[in-house]
């Protein structure tokens, strides 16, 4: 039932960039993407609606595939604060909502 | 405002004893949800509402009762805790607008039963 997410964990450098995929077998309204720091609540970056949307916030962007049920998170130029594990959830009908098991963050200087 | 609050922060239980985890929110969010996370596996879905009065099971609700008596509060029990259940427990809470309905979590009860 959970999306899955890819890949599990990446290391960066400062300054460089990385995608976070997002994928899932039944149909969607909606994904969110979510960050979360170690030992503290998960923080909403960006909600994509059906219909191929992108988003952008900063350097974080996202798409979304209704098509192909799919979502990626887009990170350029990565700085030390986006280290942190990344969450989708998507949003099916009746109001269910389920996360991914999370992507894991880690850039150094 | 003060968000999405959880109490307790910490509990720790013996196998059988129960407890309630109390989730209050002041943003007059009409949906409010719990989840347990444990390493590898994210966040998943136990119970839900949709508005005053109403719940409805999620991904994992076994073991686990809620009840929505007032908009602002949802409450999660547990009758009979089992050491399956340590986990950290989050609520959180959003609107219901597809398009604005992002989810604001509280700060996490993180329950260990022995």
């Known amino acids: 039932q959970q999306p899955v997410q890819s890949p599990q964990a990446v290391i960066l450098r400062e300054g460089e960039d990385a995608v976070i995929n997002c994928s899932s077998s039944?149909?969607?309204?909606?994904v969110h993407w979510y960050r979360q720091k170690h030992g503290e609540a998960p923080v909403f970056l960006m909600i994509l609606l059906k219909g191929g949307e992108q988003k952008g916030h900063d350097k974080i962007s996202a798409s979304f595939n209704e098509k192909k049920q799919q979502s990626s998170l887009y990170l350029t130029a990565s700085q030390l604060s986006y280290s942190g594990t990344y969450f989708c959830g998507t949003e099916r009908p009746g109001n269910q909502f389920y996360f991914g098991t999370g992507t894991s963050l880690t850039v150094i200087p | 405002n003060a968000g999405v609050t959880q109490t307790p922060k910490f509990r720790v239980l013996k196998t059988g004893q129960s407890m309630t985890l109390l989730c209050a929110q002041d943003m007059n969010h009409e949906y409010m949800y719990w989840y347990r996370q444990d390493p590898g596996m994210g966040l998943r879905l136990i119970h839900y509402?949709?508005?005053?009065?109403?719940?409805a099971k999620g991904e994992v609700p076994d073991g686990y009762n809620v009840s929505r008596l007032k908009k602002q509060n949802f409450l999660l029990g547990l009758e009979s805790a089992a050491p399956s259940q340590t986990s950290v427990y989050f609520c959180a809470s959003s609107g219901t607008s597809r398009n604005n309905n992002e989810q604001f979590f509280g700060p996490g009860t993180r329950l260990t039963v022995l």
């Open positions: 039944k149909a969607l309204y909606s």
């Open positions: 509402s949709v508005g005053e009065g109403t719940t």
